[in-house]
């Protein structure tokens, strides 16, 4: 689904990422764990094409190289950009905000499909977006590139935040949503959460991926990854 | 008393038309476009050179001269602004206040400073009996007119998937790249419309204004503290400073005739001071 190769990415001279590697494949949630700085943000960016610096190496999705395609191409190819701050428009409508994107993708959900796994947001869908609560965004921020029918999600700490109930619950519709082969690349800082939802992880360190680990050895070291990323 | 608040109705039409041109083409382009008075100034010029040498008549104007400086604007932003747009601002700074000079300087050379006469469409050269005070009839049809253009501006913006694009590029222009959307397709025409609104703001000052080529040097000042005042980048916020800067200004002249120049900057101030943003914008689109 997704595949990097030897990318390397620059705020200037600074390098931010170092020869990152790493493959997604598909239906797989994979999460992106490190220390604040170490990089992930600006490598979920630069698979988004968002990335402004200088950068190199390979990105490849659905067995394409997309590393010098803009942003709006990479989307429209089903890639679903779920941001840090959730990207919900103050200007546009809850529904607004689910519509703006153009339909991609082979499975794109209806807005009922929506509406029917996201209740609250049929109630608010005339109230302007930023006027829902934190964890009503966050839902509406995953279910904008749901109804995209966006095929790999990456997803920038939906669960920042956000109260242990909407955590559960963005976990579930995760699992739903992989269920249904969607893939998920998540940025993820709660470990605990982390290993409930995903498949692998590659945990980052100063813009490398320092390790690769199985949802066993995240458990098994919790406490030592907790002290590492220094929660 | 009325009657003067009528007049600063009038006075806020031209502002609302070049505001929400001004207004649109930051929101979209992140440029703030130093040359749209002197687009106001062509729109202007243009309908006294097509009525003195072609004898095209106002009514013709109306419609030519937009049309044709939205095309202008269309090509300026695919030659130049497109290019100045990724690098630092000040390029773009530079480049629309340079076209300003050049623009004044290459009608001047042609007309001289001296204001042209246009004479006021035939149809409306009368007085209007508004039940309280007769008023020239020409003033209510400029006044018309701007109510009408902000009102479709907003139908479009509210109503179409269009005005929902532009609206979420505008807010968000990054994010929404990154949602699907060729915001960059988006931007050529944006920008040509905001011209083509000062080109309307222009036609329409022609028969009730100096036709000269400094008249959009005086008024983009005030324009600029209406943007400031409504907020940058709110479109709302910018037709309704538009229109209440129009009134104050007069009602100022009015009153306090000593102030009159300054009474919109003194405002401005204040509303900075009260809300940094503007009065309708929002503090992150800072």
């Keep these: ?231 | 008393m009325l009657q003067q608040a009528f007049n600063g109705l009038v006075g806020g039409a031209f502002y609302a038309l070049l505001a929400l041109g001004l207004s649109v083409i930051f929101g979209m382009l992140g440029v703030v476009n130093f040359a749209h008075g002197a687009f106001y100034m062509l729109g202007a010029f243009t309908s006294y050179v097509l009525l003195d040498s072609y004898g095209v008549n106002f009514w013709a104007a109306l419609v030519v001269v937009p049309v044709a400086l939205g095309v202008v604007g269309i090509v300026l932003e695919r030659l130049f602004i497109r290019r100045l747009t990724p690098l630092d601002p000040l390029y773009n700074f530079l480049f629309t206040f340079g076209l300003t000079l050049i623009l004044q300087d290459l009608v001047k050379r042609e007309y001289g400073v001296q204001s042209q006469p246009y004479p006021r469409p035939s149809a409306l050269s009368g007085t209007l009996d508004l039940g309280l005070f007769t008023y020239p009839a020409y003033q209510v049809f400029v006044l018309g007119v701007s109510v009408l253009v902000c009102l479709l501006v907003w139908f479009v913006l509210v109503r179409t998937r269009v005005g929902m694009v532009v609206r979420a590029a505008t807010e968000r222009p990054e994010l929404t790249r990154a949602l699907g959307i060729d915001v960059g397709r988006w931007v050529t025409p944006v920008f040509g419309f905001g011209i083509a609104l000062a080109g309307l703001a222009g036609v329409l000052a022609a028969p009730m204004r100096a036709v000269n080529p400094l008249m959009g040097a005086d008024l983009i000042i005030v324009v600029f503290a209406v943007v400031v005042i409504g907020g940058l980048g709110s479109l709302f916020g910018s037709v309704a400073a538009g229109f209440t800067i129009g009134l104050v200004s007069a009602l100022g002249n009015y009153y306090v005739p000593a102030l009159s120049q300054t009474l919109v900057f003194i405002l401005m101030a204040a509303v900075l001071l009260w809300r940094p943003a503007g009065l309708f914008g929002r503090e992150e689109a800072l």
């Design chain 1, 1 to 231: 689904m997704l595949r990097i190769d030897g990318l390397s990415a620059w705020y200037g001279e600074a390098q931010v990422l170092r020869d990152v590697s790493l493959e997604v494949a598909k239906g797989e949630i994979v999460t992106l764990v490190g220390r604040n700085g170490a990089g992930k943000t600006t490598l979920l960016r630069n698979v988004m094409g968002l990335h402004e610096g200088r950068s190199s190496g390979v990105v490849e999705f659905l067995g394409d190289d997309v590393s010098g395609h803009a942003a709006h191409r990479r989307a429209k190819r089903g890639l679903g950009y779920v941001p840090d701050d959730r990207g919900i428009y103050a200007t546009l409508s809850v529904e607004e905000n689910l519509t703006l994107p153009p339909a991609v993708g082979p499975d794109p959900w209806s807005l009922d499909k929506v509406y029917e796994t996201f209740p609250r947001l049929r109630e608010r869908r005339r109230s302007p977006g930023t006027k829902l609560s934190g964890g009503e965004q966050q839902m509406l921020a995953l279910a904008r590139v749901l109804r995209m029918g966006a095929r790999l999600l990456l997803c920038d700490e939906p669960t920042e935040g956000l109260s242990p109930l909407i955590v559960q619950q963005i976990g579930s519709i995760l699992r739903d949503v992989k269920s249904q082969g969607v893939t998920v690349l998540l940025i993820e800082q709660n470990v605990h959460f982390a290993q409930t939802v995903a498949d692998r992880h590659y945990l980052l360190a100063e813009g490398r991926i320092v390790e690769t680990l199985e949802n066993s050895e995240v458990r098994a070291r919790e406490n030592e990854l907790l002290e590492y990323l220094g929660i």
